[in-house]
């Protein structure tokens, strides 16, 4: 059965660091395409990162410069380490397995709640 | 780079049928597939349409998706409309710039 388990979030103040973890059962990171995707409170589902197969990283032009999507092959372990958060950066955050370009997200997780305030 | 635009709330009767359009800003709407997601409160969200009309398995078949050229939009039709239908609905596609987008989703309310 597939499975994806947030974890990392938490409260943290602006201009920090948070590294964000998923990690998977019932399939191989490394052989699927992986995202992050964000939802701010009360606000609608937004792309933030995704590797592919190949190990190529895309991330939104909101997050571009700050986060970083990377993979545990041996840990099947999905990561997101966010540096220079802002207050815009609160939301939750959830990992998603995709089965490609053009395709859909099949499968999330429950997702882990960032909070960034002083 | 494009948006997806969708309704912000529709409302409708039980056994009613509602139809949520999803509009591309820029860019034609057929060159890459359109999925839907259904979101309810405190949960993650799940897939009702793939493929801009494709069905996962245990979506009932009261979900339909199409794709309407001539207003570069897609749409999610709900038929038989169920209280357990309510809930938010997001759109999704793919930018060939390697983006995903989302819509700005959609509140079904079945009052």
């Known amino acids: 059965e597939v499975q994806l388990v947030e974890s990392g979030g938490g409260l943290i103040q602006p201009g920090g660091s948070l590294r964000l973890s998923c990690t998977a059962s019932?399939?191989?990171?490394?052989?699927?395409?992986m995202a992050w995707v964000r939802q701010a409170p009360g606000k609608g589902l937004e792309w933030v990162s995704v590797?592919?197969?190949?190990?190529?990283?895309y991330h939104a032009d909101s997050v571009k410069g700050r986060f970083t999507i990377s993979r545990d092959n041996y840990k099947n372990t999905l990561y997101l380490q966010m540096n220079s958060l802002r207050v815009e950066d609160t939301a939750v955050y959830y990992c998603?397995?995709?089965?490609?370009?053009?395709?859909?997200?099949?499968?999330w997780g429950r997702g882990t709640l960032v909070t960034v305030s002083s | 780079n494009f948006m997806l635009t969708q309704p912000h709330s529709v409302s409708e009767s039980p056994g009613k049928t509602v139809t949520i359009s999803c509009t591309r800003s820029s860019g034609n709407i057929l060159s890459n597939y359109v999925q839907w997601y259904q979101q309810r409160p405190g949960s993650a969200p799940t897939t009702v349409m793939y493929?801009?009309?494709?069905?996962p398995s245990g979506v009932p078949d009261r979900f339909s998706g199409s794709i309407d050229s001539s207003s570069n939009s897609a749409s999610l039709t709900i038929s038989g409309l169920k209280t357990e239908d309510e809930a938010d609905y997001y759109c999704q596609s793919y930018d060939k710039t390697n983006r995903w987008v989302f819509g700005g989703g959609t509140k079904l309310t079945v009052l």
């Open positions: 019932g399939f191989s990171v490394g052989s699927k395409f």
């Open positions: 493929e801009d009309h494709q069905r």
């Open positions: 590797i592919y197969i190949d190990g190529s990283t």
């Open positions: 998603a397995k995709n089965l490609g370009p053009g395709s859909h997200f099949d499968y």
